[in-house]
């Protein structure tokens, strides 16, 4: 027997909320207003999914089928008091959630913690009974969007998402990152669900917003943004141990000119490569050495021969780069392996110039 009751999918308010167990609907501030409370042994989470809370954060909660994917507050660990008693069989955990901090929250029913992680913050998977996941599901349809949507973000959108966003720009409704980061050139962090949600603007011609997408591990938006080349690190954690940028060749090659260092250092800046390539292959239709004109598909037979392209920084010459260069990716040329490999052979012998 449960010590208070909702209705399974209808909209309250929070003022609702706490008339119905006994509290000043008119209330400010406090637990009640910060994400998850306690009264007369029932607790009750006020959860946002995929978009920030009040007070800024963006915590990442979703639903994964009919469960709900669940962080706590900042501080939050699962051998703390609290959680604890949330998370132990029997706990009367009454779960509220809403796509917007504007609109009312909806009822998701008594959820049972099936599953508590070790970190900070404290990551939680509840299961509902008798609860209508079909309808949950229905609503959340109108607002995520669909995975050929965001498929359509390629490297080139997440390379121009990165660059602004290093230069400052703001004009997006996403928080700072809470559990992630993703790191760019010189191993700057930046808030993954910001990169895609800008690089997907860009992509789609619309401004996409916090709840038309999901974030973390397993979800599209890191797949997107690891495959453009860039690594997603826990927060607040050191950088992975990254293996020497340049081969044995590339140490001759380059032994005793801090140019040519430089020089391999920009065409091997992260998503630099993925990007040119992204943006070659929209704008001639496939890859191909602007040298020779090797089409690598072509002589192969797959679409794994795409390797054979690299990309060359080749338009704005490093002596010529002011601190704090940005790259363009119409600097860059496609070669392929021959080719590039000739060109650092003439740079090496000074044929051509740095």
Same mark, same amino acid.
């Given at each position: 027997?449960?010590?208070?009751?909702?209705?399974?999918?209808?909209?309250?308010?929070?003022?609702?909320?706490?008339?119905?167990?006994?509290?000043?609907?008119?209330?400010?501030?406090?637990?009640?207003?910060?994400?998850?409370?306690?009264?007369?042994?029932?607790?009750?989470?006020?959860?946002?999914?995929?978009?920030?809370?009040?007070?800024?954060?963006?915590?990442?909660?979703?639903?994964?089928?009919?469960?709900?994917?669940?962080?706590?507050?900042?501080?939050?660990?699962?051998?703390?008091?609290?959680?604890?008693? #949330?998370?132990?069989? =029997?706990?009367?955990? %009454?779960? &509220?959630?809403? /796509?917007?901090?504007? *609109?009312?929250?909806?009822?998701? +029913?008594?959820?049972?913690?099936?599953?508590?992680?070790?970190?900070?913050?404290?990551?939680?998977?509840?299961?509902?009974?008798?609860?209508?996941?079909?309808?949950?599901?229905?609503?959340?349809?109108?607002?995520?969007?669909?995975?050929?949507?965001?498929?359509?973000?390629?490297?080139?959108?997440?390379?121009?998402?990165?660059? #602004?966003?290093?230069? =400052?720009?703001?004009? %997006?409704? &996403?928080?700072? /990152?809470?559990?992630? *980061?993703?790191?760019?050139?010189? +191993?700057?962090?930046?808030?993954?669900?910001?990169?895609?949600?800008?690089?997907?603007?860009?992509?789609?011609?619309?401004?996409?917003?916090?709840?038309?997408?999901?974030?973390?591990?397993?979800?599209?938006?890191?797949?997107?943004?690891?495959?453009?080349?860039?690594?997603?690190?826990?927060?607040?954690?050191?950088?992975?141990?990254?293996?020497?940028?340049?081969?044995?060749?590339?140490?001759?090659?380059?032994?005793?000119?801090?140019?040519?260092?430089?020089?391999?250092?920009?065409?091997?800046?992260?998503?630099?490569?993925?990007?040119?390539?992204?943006?070659?292959?929209?704008?001639?239709?496939?890859?191909?050495?602007?040298?020779?004109?090797?089409?690598?598909?072509?002589?192969?037979?797959?679409?794994?021969?795409?390797?054979?392209?690299?990309?060359?920084?080749?338009?704005?010459?490093?002596?010529?780069?002011?601190?704090?260069?940005?790259?363009?990716?119409?600097?860059?040329?496609?070669?392929?392996?021959?080719?590039?490999?000739?060109?650092?052979?003439?740079?090496?012998?000074?044929?051509?110039?740095?």
């Amino acid at each position: 027997m449960t010590r208070f009751t909702f209705q399974v999918g209808k909209a309250y308010k929070r003022s609702q909320i706490k008339e119905a167990i006994g509290l000043d609907p008119n209330a400010k501030g406090g637990p009640w207003d910060t994400g998850y409370a306690e009264r007369d042994g029932a607790d009750f989470i006020f959860c946002n999914i995929g978009t920030a809370g009040r007070t800024g954060h963006d915590y990442d909660n979703y639903f994964d089928g009919p469960d709900l994917v669940w962080r706590g507050k900042t501080n939050s660990h699962r051998t703390q008091p609290t959680i604890q008693r #949330m998370t132990a069989p =029997g706990a009367e955990v %009454h779960v &509220f959630w809403r /796509s917007d901090e504007r *609109d009312p929250f909806t009822y998701a +029913g008594i959820g049972t913690a099936v599953e508590v992680t070790d970190e900070k913050p404290v990551r939680v998977r509840w299961q509902f009974n008798g609860t209508s996941s079909n309808n949950r599901k229905d609503n959340r349809s109108l607002e995520r969007l669909p995975s050929e949507a965001l498929d359509k973000v390629s490297a080139e959108h997440v390379w121009k998402a990165v660059q #602004m966003l290093l230069e =400052g720009y703001a004009d %997006h409704q &996403f928080a700072a /990152s809470t559990d992630y *980061d993703l790191v760019a050139e010189d +191993g700057e962090r930046l808030p993954p669900k910001a990169v895609f949600g800008v690089a997907a603007k860009l992509a789609l011609g619309f401004e996409v917003l916090p709840k038309h997408f999901t974030a973390g591990v397993t979800s599209t938006c890191f797949r997107i943004l690891k495959e453009a080349g860039y690594p997603i690190v826990p927060k607040n954690e050191p950088l992975p141990e990254i293996p020497p940028p340049f081969s044995t060749e590339d140490q001759e090659w380059t032994e005793g000119k801090p140019k040519l260092v430089t020089h391999l250092v920009k065409e091997r800046a992260r998503g630099l490569s993925q990007a040119k390539r992204s943006q070659f292959k929209r704008e001639h239709g496939k890859l191909y050495c602007e040298k020779c004109g090797l089409d690598p598909v072509e002589i192969y037979g797959t679409p794994h021969a795409e390797a054979c392209i690299e990309v060359h920084h080749h338009e704005v010459h490093v002596r010529d780069m002011v601190e704090n260069h940005r790259t363009l990716l119409e600097s860059l040329q496609c070669l392929c392996a021959n080719c590039h490999r000739l060109v650092h052979k003439l740079l090496r012998e000074g044929v051509i110039g740095t």
